[in-house]
């Protein structure tokens, strides 16, 4: 038994060492305890439980005492409720009782709300449809009424509704009804456009009373009304354009006769005497009034394309938006019916300018300004109207006035053409004709043409002015070469006195040869005349685009002029020196071809070409070269020093050239002549030399 005991005691004691004191529960309810147990004697510990029962049973009488007066609160509640259940058993009894006296009211009840419900919705139906498809009293009188307002234009715009909202009626079972009330509303809305054309009539008649009018939102709203009705709308618009006619053309004889108020500004006709501003006045004042009536009549015809005006306007402009093309119509039918009256007077005024017989330049700027304004006009009022068919026609009068007279000038240049000067300089109509060339040139870099156009051909002003004048100085050179008269007949005089002083048999051939007649010398004076008379007027043209292609011409006559003048120079002195003749024998010698079919003898053999003969020329020729400055053409009369220094290096390489076809033709040996480097000293490299090429 003691060994139990021990091992019990041995477990209990390993239980008190295993436990662990830290924990929280532990040592709150060991600080309990320590309240209690307050000494540590053995009858505290045999007392321990029975003090700890104590402290609990004390704990219990506590909670007891303090839960006294919440149980009578709750006893009371309970009595309360309990009151309460009574009077809500009573309650209930009593509407039990009423419960079957009024069912027969609430049945009732309910079924006058659903009736009230149903007409209600009734109600709203009738509202809409008498919207949707009738006039209220209102409207009737706006449509009715003398005086026209934005309530007309509304209830205008309801009946247009309306009968949409008919067509829509027409596709449901309620056919006969949408017939009735499309008639009816068709009534109303005749009677309103015909009451409304009459307005716009009487309105727009008031538009020609004054100068500059304004265009009320009112009237504007009207057309675009009356655009729904293309016949009445075109009724308006001709009352407008007779309005408009009348008052421009009354503003235009008073612009042309007594000006502006106050005599200011002055009246256009007092500058008649100045063509060009007289013509540029008229042409001004038709072109500004021109841009007011547009505005005016695009005001009017077409109000959306100027400002927008609301939305009573809108409505009316909705379907409208695909109509521009009639619009512009509209709107160049009304301007040309406008401006058709002011048409005579400007052409006749215009066409009494022409008769004055105005000066070259101021026909070819009245030309230029009736296009530039033919252009521009056009641009705003269209092509085939009254007054752009006028002044493209008075612009085609100008235009043959101008080139009448040109023609007329180059006429009397031609039927009396002056006689060339001694020094063969360009005669004065050449100078004077250039002059006016540059200032028709001057004016036409200055005109006005519009982006959209370009210039017009020039070439025919230039071919008519100076054409003439290039025929003149051609029958004068004809003329002076017939006489013979000039730079020929001095050479010819020159050469003969030199033939007295010396009697060598070089000179003596020069001089039997120059004492010929010769048609080739007197053309030298002529084409140097030509040359001259092109190239004074060739000089002021460059740089003017115009004429670019003028001056091309004029370049190629002139060089064709210094070609026939460097031949027949060059032909001129190998007959001099007696080798005109022989210069065919040469070519035919040194052509190969030619003398493989031919048979022919050494040129040493022929009499033209024999030593002797070829001697003496060769001697003249040498003569001419290394003689003094004289011998050689230098072209001292021709006024241009690069077609002079032009013209003489032709010269000279022309000799050089048919020096050295003699030179090739001499030391060829099928030509058997003897000895030919002592015939022909120079070799042709020393001919080039002392020509200076």
Known sequence: MGTAV???????????????????????????????????????????RYSIETRGLQINLDFLHASDAAQKALDLVEEQVNALSDCCDKIAKALESCSGSTGDIISTTERLKQELEITTQRQEIVSCFLRDYQLSNEEVNALRDEELDVNF????SHVQQIHANCKLLLRTHHQRAGLELMDMMAVYQEGAYERLCRWVQAECRKLGDTDNPEVSELLKTAVRCLKERPVLFKYCAEEVANMRHNALFRRFISALTRGGPGGLPRPIEVHAHDPLRYVGDMLGWLHQALASERELVLALLDPDAVVDTGPTANRFSKSLESDSGKTDSDLTFVLDRIFEGVCRPFKVRVEQVLQSQPSLIISYKLSNTLEFYSYTISDLLGRETALCNTLWALKDATQKTFFDILKTRGEKLLRYPPLVAVDLSPPPAVREGISVLLEIIQTHNSMMIPASEKKTDFDPVISALLDPIIQMCEQAAEAHKSKGSGYSSRRSRMNSDSGHISKSSVDAILSSSSSTPSSQNNETPSKIFLINCLSSIQQPLYGHEVAAEYVKNLGAMIDNHMRVLVEKEVEAILRRCGLSQKMLHFHNSLNKEASNTITRSPLAELEDTSPASLSESLKAFFGLILGSESSLPEFEQMQVPKLRSEACIQVARSLAEAYELIYKAIMDPENGYPDPKSLARHPPDQIRTILGI
Do not use: M
Request: with cysteine.
């Open 6 to 48: 021990a091992t019990g005691l041995s477990r209990k004691l390993k239980k008190v060492l295993e436990c662990r004191t830290e924990s929280p529960d532990l040592v709150s309810s060991l600080k309990t305890l320590s309240t209690l147990y307050t000494e540590n004697t053995p009858r505290s510990r045999r007392n321990l």
């Open 153 to 156: 234009f509304n209830a205008l």
